[in-house]
């Protein structure tokens, strides 16, 4: 069973920085493209950012210029650098594996709280 594990998530001012990391295990890492989505409460989850296997990355417009994703395949991490960061960022941030590579399953995170005070 593959397990993602977040970290990273905390209170931050805003304007200030968070890195969020993804552990992953059990998965072959560098096969797989990787997403982080958040979930605002009352509001539906929403994609993020992801990156490809190849290093391809997208980002929701809400995000673009301030957030950063990446992945060091070396140590199976995903991360998400958040910079510039707006009370609107405040949410649970969850790493996601969309299809796994041979099996097509689906994997996510116990999620990370961010909360950005004004």
């Known amino acids: 069973q593959v397990q993602l594990v977040e970290s990273g998530g905390g209170l931050v001012q805003a304007g200030g920085s968070l890195t969020l990391s993804c552990a992953a295990s059990?998965?072959?890492?560098?096969?797989?493209?990787m997403r982080w989505y958040r979930q605002a409460p009352g509001k539906q989850r929403e994609l993020v950012a992801l990156i490809t296997s190849g290093g391809s990355t997208n980002y929701a417009d809400s995000v673009k210029g301030r957030f950063t994703i990446s992945r060091d395949n070396a140590k199976n991490t995903v991360y998400l650098q958040m910079n510039s960061l707006k009370p609107e960022d405040t949410a649970i941030y969850y790493c996601?594996?969309?299809?796994?590579?041979?099996?097509?399953?689906?994997?996510w995170g116990q999620g990370t709280q961010v909360t950005v005070s004004s």
């Open positions: 996601n594996v969309p299809w796994e590579v041979g099996t097509r399953r689906e994997y």
């Open positions: 059990r998965i072959i890492f560098s096969l797989n493209s």
